[in-house]
């Protein structure tokens, strides 16, 4: 017998627009339901490491690399690596709003509603009637979200206005907000930052193990390592996360985040199911890098 634990399980979509999620809680085995666990899972998470793919250099590319990472018909996650000082809004889908999180170093985007400054772990959303650049002083890496639909700011979110008011952007920047965050259940300061009816986009800001398991239901769940290291145990085996890593966790996989570092999260719940996209999936075998 290992140690025991509780388990919340989310039967629907975890976001706050729309039914709300009926949640169950379940005490579990560490060592028999999960480490050992037998269950034959109807779908497997999915380990990538696109920044390193990104790094790699292939013939045709530019300063500026960005590829689509997960997709479905409303919902495409992307990872941009940027060498340069500058580059240019080329790749949302027409017609879709835009979600930059900064992931590393600094990058300014510049709109004709004016610069917006952006540092690690900060968000700004950009509505489809706004075009943009953006700069920067040094190589970095954004994680940039493309939605069908608008979103705005989580219900949970301590702050319910932009950093700069009155602009058709919206600019979080959530490590201003830490000291209004209380400590969770499960550890860490873990709270939402923007949503929609099919996305919830939430980040965790952590130096421990998360206390409980988490398995839910009705969703797709991506974690994407925004800084430092930190490794998801599941039933379905342990994942090791460095920095610019995405783990996909299916429906009905349990799972808590371990490690003692200091670490920066993104959670994206997708109330449809995504994919690999194929951009990916062919400069991963160009780069040489096998999925997981």
Same mark, same amino acid.
């Given at each position: 017998?290992?140690?025991?634990?509780?388990?919340?399980?989310?039967? @629907?979509?975890?976001?706050?627009?729309?039914?709300?999620?009926?949640?169950? *809680?379940?005490?579990?085995?560490?060592?028999?339901?999960?480490?050992?666990?037998? /269950?034959?899972?109807?779908?497997?998470?999915?380990?990538? @490491?696109?920044?390193?793919?990104?790094?790699?250099?292939?013939?045709?590319?530019?300063?500026?690399?960005?590829?689509?990472? *997960?997709?479905?018909?409303?919902?495409?996650?992307?990872?941009?690596?940027?060498?340069?000082?500058? @580059?240019?809004?080329?790749?949302?889908?027409?017609?879709?709003?835009?979600?930059?999180?900064?992931?590393?170093?600094?990058?300014?985007?510049?709109?004709?509603?004016?610069?917006?400054?952006?540092?690690?772990?900060?968000?700004?959303?950009?509505?489809?009637?706004? !075009?943009?650049?953006?700069?920067?002083?040094?190589?970095?890496?954004?994680?940039?979200?493309?939605?069908?639909?608008?979103?705005?700011? =989580?219900? !949970?979110?301590?702050?319910? /206005?932009?950093?700069?008011?009155?602009?058709?952007?919206?600019?979080?920047?959530?490590?201003?907000?830490?000291?209004?965050?209380?400590?969770?259940?499960?550890?860490?300061?873990?709270?939402?930052?923007?949503?929609?009816?099919?996305?919830?986009?939430?980040?965790?800001?952590? !130096?421990?193990?998360?206390?409980?398991?988490?398995?839910?239901?009705?969703?797709?769940?991506? =974690?994407?390592?925004?800084?430092?290291?930190? &490794?998801?145990?599941?039933?379905?085996? +342990?994942?090791?996360?460095?920095?610019?890593?995405?783990?996909?966790?299916?429906?009905?996989?349990?799972?808590?985040?371990?490690?003692?570092?200091?670490?920066?999260?993104?959670?994206?719940?997708?109330?449809?199911?995504?994919?690999?996209?194929? +951009?990916?999936?062919?400069? &991963?075998?160009?780069?040489?890098? &096998?999925?997981?």
């Amino acid at each position: 017998m290992g140690n025991k634990f509780k388990e919340i399980n989310t039967l @629907s979509f975890i976001g706050n627009i729309g039914p709300k999620t009926e949640r169950i *809680w379940k005490e579990i085995d560490e060592e028999s339901d999960i480490i050992h666990c037998t /269950e034959k899972p109807p779908r497997a998470c999915i380990h990538v @490491s696109p920044l390193k793919i990104l790094q790699t250099d292939l013939p045709g590319d530019s300063d500026v690399s960005q590829i689509p990472i *997960w997709l479905n018909d409303d919902v495409r996650i992307d990872l941009m690596y940027c060498r340069s000082a500058s @580059s240019k809004n080329g790749h949302r889908p027409a017609g879709f709003y835009e979600t930059q999180i900064q992931v590393q170093n600094k990058r300014v985007t510049q709109t004709f509603e004016g610069d917006f400054e952006l540092d690690e772990g900060d968000v700004l959303v950009v509505p489809p009637s706004v !075009s943009h650049e953006n700069s920067g002083d040094e190589p970095t890496t954004r994680l940039i979200v493309y939605t069908r639909h608008p979103v705005e700011i =989580a219900q !949970s979110y301590p702050v319910k /206005e932009s950093v700069i008011p009155n602009r058709q952007c919206t600019l979080l920047k959530p490590k201003t907000v830490l000291d209004q965050v209380e400590e969770g259940g499960s550890g860490g300061k873990h709270f939402e930052l923007v949503e929609n009816a099919d996305l919830m986009i939430e980040t965790t800001y952590r !130096s421990d193990a998360q206390k409980i398991y988490h398995r839910g239901f009705g969703q797709d769940e991506v =974690a994407f390592q925004l800084s430092g290291a930190r &490794a998801t145990r599941t039933n379905q085996g +342990e994942f090791m996360l460095e920095t610019g890593d995405f783990l996909l966790i299916p429906p009905g996989a349990s799972h808590r985040n371990i490690g003692d570092m200091a670490t920066i999260r993104i959670i994206l719940y997708s109330k449809n199911p995504l994919r690999l996209a194929d +951009e990916y999936i062919d400069r &991963a075998r160009k780069a040489g890098h &096998a999925l997981s």
